[in-house]
Every structure is written in structure tokens, then in C-alpha cells.
Antibody, heavy 113, light 110 residues
């Protein structure tokens, strides 16, 4: 059973960079799947941030592309998200996802000084 | 970018009743690119249906999806208590790659 676990700071200051990591267990990140980050502001809907394949190929949501980098670490079986120039609008639950069939439990990131 | 509009916003039904949730797209697309997700309170979403009508692993057969073009439907044949949740439809676009979601339908106990 594939499991995904997000980790990272729960509180980030405005203008800083948010960094999150998703550890994959029970399966290989080098399998032929796309690995995504999705976020959900409190009480709101879902927003796809972007995805990565183990080959390093990435796709990003055009609305966030200028601020997002997703990377993969095959040796650690994990992938990561960096989101720069954070504002309060980036406060959300952040989920890592394998091709929508497996989801992490999510990690709440609050942007506040 | 395709915009998905779900209706109704909130649906109030009783256990045992049939639920019909709608997802309408701003333009037509291949039904292989339509999925349905369920989100229970305090939980991550989970995949129910992919390709408009294919149940994901472990999803009970009371859940079914249908539709094509711009109109898609999720039907729950007989509601169980655990089915009262939020439901999202989701589209995958390939040029450029982009996943978008409907705003959600809240299914609540009447």
C-alpha cells in the first residue's frame, strides 16, 4: 500500500519561501506515475499546484508557475515543493498526491508574521 | 482553461435515498479526462471515479459515474451515512497540462 507523508513548517512568514517534502513509502517514486502537489485554503476548494515525474519532467499550474519549483529525490524516495514570495493567500492545507489515487494526509501551512 | 460548474451546491437527502450530482464543463472534452473525488470532513480527498465512469479500487458499486461532452453525473444509488461529504469533479487538460476542479457539492443529511 503506497503511503505519502508531507512534512515542513506549519508557519511561514510573508515574503519567505515555503518548502515542503513528501516522503513516499510502500512504493517507488521511480514508478511510472506523476506526483502532484495540491492545496486547499481553509473552507475552500482544491487547487492543483503542479506535478513531477521521476524523470524530472514537471508541469505547473500557470497561475503559480512563476513561484513554484517541484523536484524529486529518487535516492530518498521523496519529492518536494518550493513556493516563493509567500503571502496570506497561500495559507492552505497542502497535499502530496500520486496521480490522484493516493493522497497524503495533508499539512496545514499558515502564512503569518 | 476548462471551467467546471457543479450543481447543486448543497444537496440534502436521507440515508437510503438516491443522490445525483452534476458537473458541467465550459467546453466539451474527452470523458477519459473527468474524475470524481470525495472529501469527508477533516480528511484528504479520495478518488472515486476516473475516466467519467470507472470506479477506483475499493469504491463500492453504489457509486457510478456517467456522461460525456460537457455534462457529467455522479450517482450514489442508496446513501450510506459515510457518504455525506463533499464531492468534487476534476478535469485533466493536456495542452498545457492542467488539472482543474469544480467548486464542489456538499451532500448533507436531511
Amino acid at each position: 500500500q503506497v503511503q505519502l507523508q508531507e512534512s515542513g513548517p506549519g508557519l511561514v512568514k510573508p515574503s519567505e519561501t515555503l518548502s515542503l517534502t513528501c516522503a513516499v513509502s510502500g512504493g517507488s517514486i521511480s514508478s511510472n506515475h506523476w506526483w502532484s502537489w495540491i492545496r486547499q485554503p481553509p473552507g475552500e476548494g482544491l487547487e492543483w499546484i503542479g506535478e513531477i515525474h521521476h524523470t524530472g519532467s514537471t508541469n505547473y499550474n500557470p497561475s503559480l508557475r512563476s513561484r513554484v519549483t517541484i523536484s524529486v529525490d529518487k535516492s530518498a524516495n521523496q519529492f518536494s515543493l518550493k513556493l516563493t514570495s509567500i503571502t496570506a493567500a497561500d495559507t492552505a492545507m497542502y497535499y502530496c498526491v500520486r496521480q490522484f489515487d493516493y493522497w497524503g494526509q495533508g499539512t496545514l501551512v499558515t502564512v503569518s508574521s | 482553461e476548462i471551467v467546471l460548474t457543479q450543481s447543486p451546491g448543497t444537496l440534502s437527502l436521507s440515508p437510503g435515498e438516491r443522490a445525483t450530482l452534476s458537473c458541467r464543463a465550459s467546453q466539451s472534452f474527452d470523458s477519459i479526462n473527468l474524475a470524481w473525488l470525495q472529501q469527508r470532513p477533516g480528511q484528504a480527498p479520495r478518488l472515486l471515479i476516473s475516466g467519467a465512469s470507472n470506479r477506483a479500487t475499493g469504491i463500492p458499486d453504489r457509486f457510478s459515474g456517467s456522461g460525456s461532452g460537457t455534462d457529467f453525473t455522479l450517482t450514489i444509488s442508496s446513501l450510506e451515512p459515510e457518504d455525506f461529504a463533499l464531492y468534487y469533479c476534476q478535469h485533466y487538460g493536456s495542452s498545457p497540462p492542467l488539472y482543474t476542479f469544480g467548486q464542489g457539492t456538499r451532500l448533507q443529511i436531511k
